[in-house]
């Protein structure tokens, strides 16, 4: 079976998407949403099948059976390990979900749908499972192509072409700084295989590598939304339909990260391993401020599905601060976040799509009241924000637990309060959307918020006063699944182990090139739990408290302990910086690489 | 950001990039210092274990086939989405006849000197764009090259003609499904190699004669239907934009109002 | 002289990717601005050319010449022709979102396209 099973989660759904256009004209809809769910079906039990066969060795899968000679690779290698599996039957899960969420949301659509969902899902199959840096480029192209079209699929609007447009320009660059990365690798090793480039750098420590380390850690970063390379998101997401902003947010920023976390831990970590404590402070400030800035913005919006986007933002810097410890645990904890968060807010924004097909709006302000009817709404919305809030019992919740465990023993404990805080402003804007839209609290619209930019978008569907079963079960299965996945018997165990084998770049070369054996590896035992219920009951409760304030501030008792404005005034310039201008965009971006890379040349010449 | 204070902000962040790009340039072993080994070794065993004698070719669709299954999914992709994002809206009307975008005056026709032209041009272009598709692994070339020489042939009629010729000689169905054949069809040989119990895109038809237009093995079979792909995917694309700018208008638009 | 000839081709693609960008940054007209994109990806070509370069060596097409002849690298010649074809179906994209920003937008400068702001 591991002569074929390998390669069929990218080669199915592509054959599929391929049929699928050819018969573009003359399939029946509901054939096609057949075909394409009983696609996206079989990718996640390949995946899955794929996780729980390589748990105890890697599947090594050399693509038309190029077996490496005397440790010379000469084809295309797979080296699945269950983290990278378990990825690739995650994005596989989402599209399955997003497919079922759209059979009754989109009123006409051909088989192009279809076919781009399924060729998105193949190149992020493909993405988390190779062992080839060039490939890697060649599915992030791919992912990047159909995500491209996607966006802009509401083409009768003026927002999702520029969003399009922000989208596609900014992240086509960061696929050219990724390639000039592997470019420069290739010109010092002559080898594109991840195990074989990093056997072949050995500690080598040059400028070269960290050129190449920078150039393609922000190219992947530019997918992955940190800032200052975050601005495309919040416009890309916006204005995409709601079942690919379920795949965006959910997963596919998310493997941004993942590819800068897999070449760094194939490729570059022993190389910067004399490095490390610089290294770690740097993606560690990074995540903290983009930690920072994506709450924040997020809490100053009122189109729900640009507040859902800087809260994606905020989660990302989360994310990365998890990788950035560079701690032998925490790789664990960023998976298991990672679930968490993508399953949220994949419901999230299916209960925004749903709130659109019903209400006909996304505007928190526009929709205020008018949700009081829609009971199962309001249970979601705020069982979701919990969810954000990291409340114990959610797979957030038990990743953050993890992810601080790592940070003591590398003496960044504090980066739990970076933790508290986005999860406090996050869950807290959602909480707040919610009350205004489905109890009708706080302030109406005022004169000033008029004039916004675009706030709204129009309906997807044609609307009515149902709500189909297709759109509000995805929705409660992923959040379902959010807080299942910790009663998982020994998913922490077992989730911290795969992570450890992730980290582990000798092991990874010598499983790849030379068919060694893993090593064992020990799960650390669980720590007492308390403290992090108690954090997380505070985060909560502090997200409902922040969201009631932003809500009835105008009742307080003296007008002085409204800062609202104020608020609003010290955040006018940070929106103003989100312009909308792709050319602003592109500026901030090369100032990105030229701070990342400055920064590594100071700490490391 | 006003325009003079992001030019500044650019120019200084872009003076730091360069700097910080070149450190690491200038520590690669230097041009015609190829270090290897990759290049070497297939150089090497191509002729021998593939009998194709234009190594790149071996290279782009058989020892790194994988990468290139990816990038024929990446022009499938962008086909379908270029179709996706011009597609005609639902209160789009059809202009008819469809003639050139300027506002005070018919296309010129073209000049008989240039339709003799364009046409004694068809022959050569399609001759060749066969003979660069099927002569890939011997010579440069391949399903690549040779399928944007075979897309030329229906614009150089667009060119020496107008858009109803074009219209004449490409069917949208038809091209939808040769390309959807052509990406699919890359995608199954793949799967083909299953049934001989091999890894996936491995080999599965005798190599034949080193040098012989028949040899290669599933290089051959592959670069056609890429030349295919690539042929059928270029030619939907000119059908999308053409459709789009030519054809389709808004309610109320007028010829000519989309270039003032 | 000689130093200066050996990192020549990339100091010129580095030049192509700051200058690429630059055009990006000061355009005011979309299909400019994806032909400017276009220059930022012709860096990466010729860096991979670049390195895969070897003095006095040939083609590796053994045609007329025997296997064993010194011939330059034949994978980054794979990866540039991988290269080109993403450049041209990314840019067929991005040119299709800007008829589009032409039709319903009714613009095709970047600064006139802030329909997302804050």
New interface residues.
Partial sequence: MN??L??TP??VP??I???L??V??HINRRLADLLAIAAAGYCLWASILLMLRSSHMPIV??????EP?NG?????SFVIDPFGAGLAGFAAFLTLIALIFSLQYFD?IGT??H??ML?FM??MC?FSLTG?V??LF??F??MS??A???C??K??ESGPIAGALNFGVTNTIGAFLAL?GIG?L???????NMAQIGKSLGQTH???V???F??ISCGFLVKAAIVPFHFWLGDAHAVAPTPVCVLFSGIMVELGLYAVARIYWTIFHASMAQFEAQTRAIFVTAGVITAIVGALMCFAQRQLKRLLAYSTISHMGLLLLAFGLLAPRAMGGLAIYLLGHGLVKGALFIAAGILLHHLGSVDELKLQGRGREATSGAILFLLLALGLSGAPGYGTFLGESMVDSAAETVHYAWISYIFMFAAIITAAAVFRAAGRIYFGWGPGIDQSQEEEGETDESRETTGGPSVPLTMVIPAFLLLLLAIAMVFVPQFREKVELAGMRFQDQAAYQAETLFHAEVPAYHAQPSEPLLPSIIRGSVSTLLGLLVAGYALFRKRLPSKYLDFSGGFGRALKPLRM?H?G?M??Y??WL??G???F??LF?LFIH | ?T?RF??L???A??????V?????????????????????????????ERHA????T???F??????????????????????????K??DDKEEDPPLDLARDRLAPPTSDAVRVAGLALLLPIVVFGIYTVTHGQ???GGG?QGGVILASAPLIIYLCGDYENFKRITSH?LT??M???G???Y??T??IS?IF???????FIPLGQT?DVFSGGTIALISALTGLEVAA?IVL?MI??FK??LVYR?PGEERGD?NA | MHEF???????V???L??VG??GI??SRHLVHLIMCLVVVQTSTYL?LL???????AT?????DVP??TP????????LM??D???E???M??L???A??A??HAGSVDP?ELRILRG
């Avoid at chain 1, 899968?61 to 190029?66: F, I, R």
């Avoid at chain 1, 290739?186 to 594109?192: E, Q």
Wanted: charged share 10%; glycine share 12%.
């Fill in positions: 002569t074929f390998p390669a990218v080669a592509l054959t998407a391929a049929l256009a050819a573009n004209q899968y050399w693509m038309g059976g190029w000679r010379v690779a000469i084809g295309i006409s192009l749908f076919v781009l060729a193949g190149a493909g080839d060039f490939n060649v599915f192209e791919l192509a159909a491209f079209a996607l802009g699929y083409t009768e000039s420069l290739y010109g010092r090793t002559g080898a594109l040059d400028g070269l960290v050129t190449a920078v150039l910086i312009s201008n050319c602003d592109v500026a090369t100032f690489v030229a701070l890379g400055g040349a | 950001m325009r992001r030019n902000f650019f120019l962040s872009a003076a730091g990039f360069a910080f790009y070149l450190w690491g340039l200038h520590l690669l072993p230097g041009f015609g210092h190829y270090p290897g080994p990759y290049g070497d070794v297939l150089n090497a065993l191509s002729v021998y004698t234009d190594v790149i071996a290279v782009n058989d020892y790194r086939g994988f990468d290139t299954l990816g990038e024929e999914f990446i022009l499938f992709t962008s086909v379908m989405g270029a179709n996706l994002l011009l597609r809206q639902k011997l010579t440069p690549f169905v939808e499904v390309e959807a054949v990406a699919g069809g995608a199954v793949g799967l299953f119990g091999y890894k996936y895109l491995q080999n040098g995917g694309l999308s934009f789009q700018t808004k989309r | 000839l050996r990192m020549l081709p990339f100091g693609s580095a030049w990717f700051v960008l630059y940054v000061t860096l670049g390195v895969g370069f070897k003095a006095g083609a590796p097409i053994f045609v296997v064993g011939a330059v690298d034949p994978v980054t010649h794979a022709l991988t080109i074809v993403v041209a179906t990314v067929a994209l040119l299709a979102l008829i589009q032409k039709e600064e």
